[in-house]
């Protein structure tokens, strides 16, 4: 009956939270060159997010993901995210300075489960490592983003997957802490 639209997602939900707090806060992420992008940036900017990791890509558009609240109980997630923007960073977009400027930087699981994106994770884990940097890991375990659920199957928050399971287990020795819920967990 109704609809919001708002910035979320882990990585721009902590950036957002931290700057709230009164931490220096950044976001590296990909955004497309439309109407959605921009509200994001300024959105971003409005809420004291420091943009230099920001790419505004103009072949893509950006990610979009839609909440429903369905009842108390049920909230199913639809995930508009095949070939966006936030999706096609590569260690090219990340900014040495940018990472090696922060004092602790967040990597998410959703982005390993994509070799570019999970490459430009690595190459900032390397750079925040080498610059005194600590390395949180979110494990954002979305299973209809690593293709072991279906894209109508949003409200189901953990299908077990060894092959998910072993992939983030080769992140966890490079992290310093490491976030998730229960289910995530396993």
Same mark, same amino acid.
């Given at each position: ?8 997602? +882990? ?22 060159? @439309? ?6 940036? @300024?959105?971003?900017?409005? @809420?004291? !997010?420091?943009?230099? *990791?920001?790419? &505004?890509?103009? $072949? ?21 995210? $095949?070939? +966006? ?5 590569? $260690?090219?977009?990340? =900014? ?6 922060? *004092?602790?930087?967040? %990597?998410?699981?959703? #982005? ?35 293709? %072991?659920?279906? #894209?109508? $199957? ?9 092959? &998910?399971?072993? #992939?983030?287990?080769? !992140?966890?020795?490079? +992290? =310093? ?8 967990? #396993?």
């Amino acid at each position: 009956a109704s609809f919001a639209k708002s910035v979320g997602g +882990c990585p721009a939900n902590i950036a957002i939270g931290a700057a709230r707090l009164g931490l220096k806060s950044g976001i590296v992420t990909g955004v497309g060159d @439309e109407q959605l992008g921009r509200f994001i940036r @300024e959105q971003f900017s409005r @809420e004291g !997010v420091a943009l230099g *990791g920001v790419k &505004v890509d103009p $072949e893509r558009l950006t990610a979009l993901a839609i909440l429903s609240v369905e009842d108390d109980r049920s909230f199913p997630l639809l995930f508009y995210r $095949e070939n +966006c923007a936030d999706m096609g960073l590569t $260690e090219a977009d990340i =900014d040495a300075g940018f990472i090696a400027s922060a *004092g602790a930087i967040v %990597v998410t699981g959703t #982005h390993f489960s994509r070799a570019g994106t999970a490459a430009a994770q690595r190459k900032a884990m390397r750079i925040a490592r080498a610059s005194g940097g600590k390395v949180a890991f979110d494990i954002d375990y979305r299973p209809n983003l690593w293709g %072991v659920a279906g #894209h109508a $199957e949003g409200d189901q928050r953990y299908v077990r997957s060894g092959k &998910v399971s072993e #992939h983030l287990q080769n !992140v966890l020795p490079d +992290c =310093d802490l490491i976030v998730g819920t229960e289910e995530e967990m #396993h």
